[in-house]
């Protein structure tokens, strides 16, 4: 496999595993393999590899289940590996993607897309047919600035990913308070602007989650807790600011910034959650009104510190939360009528960054 392996022989999980990517550069271990119970939840670790350094985002292909890690470095990199039984093997080494500090991450047919925070590019890199990652990558520059001069000096790309459909490409720029919706040629894999669609200014986007009826999109916000309700046309490539919801975070302190991380939409559709930091705090927004009209129903603590990723088991009866600062991830029970969370578990992973499930 090469690198260095920690390994824990417990397993319970009837075969269904968990990946945690970690900052290597904050105590991380890399990505951690870990065993999933499926009758509580429960994450066991079993193996961490650590051959990517801060592989802050990982992707499970859909069609040949390789898992595919950034390594949030500079210059930025990319990586596959093959999932065992509790293992992973290395396809290959790390490839350059041609920017600078990737944040997230996304497989769209042939080709693996990076979003590069620090360049502000996005990357689109050939996939062999074993799933590996070659070179050399096609780089779609992004343009602009925002009011923020700590934050917004210049673009930075935070997401990138296609569309329900396929046929459309977007990227989350936080320096530029825009998404671009781009075409991704198959052939060459160059990406082309199509439309970018601003939003407010000042408000840094960094998420986004599409509902699954595919028309509509939550944009999540970093420099302001809220939520832009979108309409999404896949015949038109075109994305439509409804409305603002904000985000309660009145359990902040005064002195506290709140930093959104990360939105999801329950896989039924009726809910939509929300993670920030600062407050590290849990959202659920009811869609008991109408797909575009979210509203704040509950918030729980995230049971830890700098919740960073959130996301849902494949059965949708568990939400995952993995927290930064505090090293670890809990878990939380789903209410499939109410959609507020119990805290049920939590398990120690140092500066944990996010979470996928095979």
């Known amino acids: 496999m090469g690198g260095s392996e920690r390994r824990n022989p417990t397993d319970v999980s009837g075969g269904q595993w968990a990946y945690i990517g970690s900052f290597t550069s904050g105590g991380g271990h890399g990505i951690t393999v870990a065993a999933v119970d499926p009758a509580t939840g429960a994450l066991t670790p079993r193996t961490a590899v650590d051959t990517v350094e801060n592989p802050s985002c990982l992707a499970l292909a859909p069609d040949t289940g390789v898992l595919y890690a950034v390594s949030d470095t500079t210059p930025g990199r990319a990586a596959a590996f093959l999932p065992g039984a509790g293992t992973l093997t290395a396809l290959g ?20 897309l990076t979003a590069n925070y620090a360049s502000g590019s996005v990357s689109s890199l ?5 799933g590996s990652v070659s070179g050399p990558p096609a780089v779609l520059a992004h343009h602009g600035s925002g009011p923020d001069t700590d934050r917004q000096q210049g673009p930075h790309a935070h997401q990138v990913l296609s569309d329900p459909s396929g046929d459309w490409v977007l990227t989350v720029d936080l320096g530029t308070d ?3 919706v781009c075409a991704l040629d198959p052939a060459t894999g160059d990406l082309r602007t199509h439309a970018e669609t601003v939003l ?3 408000s840094g986007p960094r ?29 038109s490539g075109q994305l439509e600011p409804l409305s603002e919801v904000a985000i309660d975070t009145d359990d902040a302190p005064e002195d506290v910034r709140a930093y959104p991380s990360v939105v999801s939409v329950s896989s039924d559709g009726r809910f939509v ?15 008991a009104d109408g797909t575009e009209k979210p509203r704040v129903t509950s918030s729980v603590s995230c049971g830890g510190s700098w919740p960073r990723d959130l996301v849902a088991d494949p059965s949708g009866r568990r939400l995952y ?4 600062w505090s090293g670890d991830v809990t878990w939380f029970d789903v209410d499939p009528r109410s959609g507020q969370l119990r805290r049920a578990g939590a398990v120690s992973v140092p500066a944990a960054a996010c979470v996928v499930f095979a």
């Open 321 to 324: 939360v993995a927290n930064e």
């Open 126 to 130: 050939p996939l062999a047919a074993d």
């Open 200 to 202: 407010r200014s000042g």
């Open 207 to 235: 998420h986004l989650a599409f509902h699954p009826d595919g028309e509509v999109v939550y944009v999540l916000h970093e420099l302001e807790p809220q939520v832009t309700v979108c309409r999404w046309d896949p015949a």
């Open 273 to 287: 959650r929300a993670a920030v930091r600062g407050s590290n705090t849990l959202h659920t927004l009811s869609l």
């Open 178 to 180: 825009s998404v671009r």
């Open 93 to 112: 080494p790390a490839v350059e993607v041609g920017g600078a500090g990737p944040t997230h991450l996304s497989v769209a047919g042939r080709r693996l």
